[in-house]
Nanobody
């Protein structure tokens, strides 16, 4: 599967952005990760194939919403009330399993990143 993320950009604190991730080929469970400058890549949110089960990092709960449109083979991340600390390169990912043995989302495929910059 190939994943293509888009929708990043520059936004002021308090603003909103919607990221998209177009997939070619069949996808199963999907997720968003992000990597801020000088930091490790971190989990943001995940969604099961049917869209029933979602999970969020504590830092984005209540502000970000993950969704998917399987008919369009597209994953979304609606980001509201953005903060400067949300600045990062955002990556979409796909995995056969929603959780591994440690309870984490372990991607089998990654998309290229899209940069989100939140100014204060």
């Amino acid at each position: 599967v190939q994943l293509q993320a888009s929708g990043g950009g520059l936004v002021q604190a308090g603003g909103s952005l919607r990221l998209s991730c177009a997939a070619s080929g069949r996808t199963f469970n999907m997720a968003w990760f992000r990597q801020a400058p000088g930091k490790e890549r971190e989990f943001v949110a995940s969604i099961s194939w049917g869209g029933i089960t979602t999970s969020y990092a504590d830092s984005v709960k209540g502000r970000f919403t993950i969704s998917r449109d399987n008919a369009k083979n597209t994953l979304y991340l609606q980001m509201n009330s953005l903060k400067p600390e949300d600045t990062a390169v955002y990556y979409c990912a796909a995995a056969m399993a929603l959780r591994d043995s440690r309870g984490s989302f372990s991607p089998d495929a990654w998309g290229q990143g899209t940069l989100v910059t939140v100014s204060s």
